[in-house]
């Protein structure tokens, strides 16, 4: 389905995140709920957000690849305040902002906000898995507590 969406549908699609040619493939990815993070296919290196080459070997031969969006939580924040955005009211108390080590992807964190938690229960080192929101009508990646 993402497949037939324009590169300019997209923006539209995504106002408030920043589009690049190298970070389009990973926004397509949000429209069919798939967490796409790029790999290099000659070192394995895996790094997000999408850079045009591997930081570690400068090969461009990057492949974008679907991780199960299981890990950790690494770092945790509660704002107070910020830009506005559907399903955030601060009024009702801090949200919630997490970079989490992904699973299976060494080194990258990804940064979104924890669903389903009181804000005092998010914290580092927390098991999370991926789950979607909407968001302006579309899909955005947010994480909640994994059950052992
Ligand atoms: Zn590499």
Same mark, same amino acid.
């Given at each position: 389905?993402?497949?037939?969406?324009?590169? %300019?549908? $997209?923006?539209?699609?995504?106002?408030?995140?920043?589009?690049?040619?190298?970070?389009?493939?990973?926004?397509?990815?949000?429209?069919?709920?798939?967490?796409?993070?790029?790999? /290099?296919?000659? /070192?394995?290196?895996?790094?997000?957000?999408?850079? +045009?080459? /591997?930081?570690? /070997?400068?090969? @461009?031969?990057?492949?974008?690849?679907?991780?199960?969006?299981?890990?950790?939580?690494? $770092?945790?924040?509660?704002?107070?305040?910020?830009?506005?955005?559907?399903?955030?009211?601060? %009024?009702?108390?801090?949200? +919630?902002?997490?970079?989490?080590?992904?699973?299976?992807?060494?080194?990258?964190?990804?940064?979104?906000?924890?669903?389903? $938690?009181?804000? @005092? @229960?998010?914290?580092?080192? $927390?098991?999370? @898995?991926?789950?979607?929101?909407?968001?302006?009508?579309?899909?955005?990646?947010?994480?909640?507590?994994?059950?052992?």
């Amino acid at each position: 389905m993402s497949e037939s969406v324009s590169d %300019a549908e $997209l923006v539209e699609r995504f106002p408030w995140v920043q589009i690049t040619h190298d970070s389009k493939f990973h926004f397509r990815g949000w429209l069919d709920k798939q967490l796409l993070i790029n790999r /290099c296919a000659d /070192c394995g290196n895996w790094h997000h957000p999408p850079k +045009p080459v /591997c930081p570690v /070997c400068w090969s @461009e031969n990057l492949v974008p690849t679907e991780v199960d969006g299981t890990g950790t939580i690494h $770092l945790a924040m509660a704002l107070h305040q910020g830009a506005p955005a559907p399903g955030v009211d601060y %009024a009702k108390g801090p949200h +919630p902002v997490v970079a989490v080590d992904l699973d299976g992807a060494d080194g990258v964190r990804f940064s979104s906000t924890v669903i389903g $938690l009181p804000p @005092e @229960e998010v914290v580092i080192g $927390l098991p999370v @898995e991926l789950d979607w929101v909407e968001r302006y009508g579309h899909p955005f990646p947010v994480f909640r507590k994994r059950e052992a």
